[in-house]
């Protein structure tokens, strides 16, 4: 996730939010320091895995985020859409019980 709101930045370097989650993101304990700058090297995920946990309860997610490519209008170019699914089927079973019928 460091990664990629790197590359937004890189993207379009006046993202003030960006640059506050950012600063904000690196300063959480145990995040290394090599995080604090891009790493070019490593192709950006299609997705990204989250892992949410509420006491013993542990839900893992992986999530998409959908951009467009040529924008016209400035709104476009700050549309995301994203859609989170279960990572595992632990998370897919809690999902589908908790689920209310259509």
């Known amino acids: 996730m460091i990664n990629e709101v790197h590359r937004e930045l890189a ?3 006046s993202d003030t939010a960006a640059k506050a989650l950012l600063a904000e993101l ?3 304990p145990g995040v290394p320091g090599r995080w604090r700058t ?3 090297e490593r192709p950006p995920s299609p ?3 989250a892992t949410y946990q509420h006491g013993a309860q ?4 992986f999530t998409t985020i959908t951009t467009f490519g040529t924008p016209q209008h400035v709104t476009t170019q700050e549309l995301r859409i994203e ?3 279960p990572a595992d ?3 897919r079973a809690t999902m589908s019980a908790s689920a209310l019928p259509p």
Not at 58 to 61: G, N
């Open 89 to 91: 089927d632990a998370t």
């Open 58 to 61: 542990e839900l893992r997610f």
């Open 26 to 28: 690196v300063e959480y």
């Open 47 to 49: 997705l990204l895995v």
């Open 11 to 13: 993207a379009d370097p």
């Open 38 to 40: 891009v790493d070019l």
């Open 83 to 85: 859609c989170f699914f």
